[in-house]
């Protein structure tokens, strides 16, 4: 129902935790058009942790179809973001009543997503099944302050995921530090798989979340449940900006002169076994070198990190060739990481380089 620049809802109101909550019946014509999920009104810090499985959404298409008669969704969940009206039918039945809500509030989905976009194809062949009704689960939040954490909340307790998905949408503080430095640093902006856990050869990615957030975790040499200080997010942005500028190659990905798959298919720096390695490596040289790190990180310039130079890879960072993502490999790279930069080699160290070179080179 509309009344005076309002959608008026007959509702059920109640509560969870500290907080009111509206159930709502809508036909499925309103759902696609009133419920939003990654559209423009959705605010951007909202919109860059949103994605669909297309694979999903045709499974529940396919159902809707085949089931047109028979089928049973479950309700959605929605946060409304204004200050809505609640009225009581009566003073003997004080939860239901109609629910005032200004045409201009968005109501953004935060759990069913799926369902929405299958019904999206659904109502396109099926049009006659639009005054089906759905019921939707509405929760106030009129400055935005809960949306996100709610999204993530879903997604943890419905998918498992791999851990770019996990990462995507965790609370800890190295989670929402990494979801930073993918947006603020100019090597990952716009080149990071968000979801999985490989990346395609025609990917546009440079690398998968999970690399940069395990890059992060060693460089920081931090536990993924441990509190991120100023001083540690201000180094892993400027230790992360300051190797794009120095990598070769790197800069010119910046300028987009080079693609992804290109220093992928070319070049060690552009694979997770590195990254992580360069992290480790540089977490040691900034405990040797607290005040001059940023100096001596330069001299990861003057590698040939060419996958044709096998005298340094081949037996570390590749096997015949072919990139090794073992902890070994880690390790080994590290290390000769570690003596480019004129940092100390435990003799720990130097007994793993020497025992792992000679059974990598046994046949």
């Avoid at 423009?40 to 089931?67: C, F, G, H, W």
């Avoid at 953004?108 to 019904?119: F, V």
């Amino acid at each position: 129902m509309n009344t005076m620049g309002n959608y008026s809802f007959l509702a059920i109101s109640g509560k969870q935790g500290d907080f009111q909550y509206f159930i709502i019946q809508l036909p499925l014509r309103l759902v696609t058009r009133l419920l939003l999920f990654d559209e423009v009104e959705v605010p951007d810090t909202l919109r860059k942790i949103r994605s669909l499985d297309p694979a999903l959404v045709e499974t529940t298409t396919n159902y809707l179809m085949t089931q047109a008669t028979d089928y049973v969704l479950a309700p959605l969940i929605a946060t409304l973001h204004s200050h809505v009206v609640f009225t009581a039918l009566t003073p003997e039945h004080c939860d239901i009543g109609w629910l005032s809500v200004p045409f201009t509030a968005p109501i953004i989905i935060q759990h069913g997503q799926y369902q929405r976009a299958a019904l999206q194809q659904f109502l396109a062949q099926m049009p006659e099944r639009g005054n089906d009704t759905l019921p939707v689960m509405l929760v106030p939040d009129p400055d935005f302050v809960r949306s996100t954490r709610l999204y993530a909340d879903f997604q943890q307790m419905t998918t498992q995921g791999t851990l770019s998905q996990r990462v995507l949408y965790a609370h800890s503080d190295l989670a929402i530090f990494v979801r930073q430095l993918i947006a603020n640093v100019p090597l990952f902006r716009d080149r990071i798989e968000l979801e999985k856990t490989t990346i395609s050869n025609r990917s546009t990615a440079l690398f998968t979340l999970s690399a940069v957030y395990q890059a992060t975790q060693a460089l920081l040499h931090t536990r993924k449940d441990e509190t991120i200080t100023a001083e540690q997010a201000l180094l892993g942005e400027q230790f992360w900006c300051q190797l794009g500028e120095i990598i070769p190659q790197w800069p010119q990905l910046i300028r987009n002169e080079v693609t992804p798959s290109y220093l992928r298919e070319n070049y060690v720096h552009s694979h997770t076994v590195t990254l992580v390695a360069i992290a480790l490596a540089g977490e040691a040289l900034i405990q040797s070198h607290p005040d001059d790190w940023s100096k001596r990180l330069k001299m990861l310039g003057s590698i040939d990190w060419s996958r044709k130079n096998t005298r340094l890879w081949e037996g570390r960072v590749m096997m015949r060739g072919r990139m090794s993502k073992t902890r070994d490999s880690i390790k080994l790279t590290t290390i000769a990481l570690k003596r480019v930069m004129g940092l100390t080699i435990a003799e720990q160290e130097h007994a793993l380089e020497q025992d792992l070179l000679r059974l990598h080179d046994t046949p």
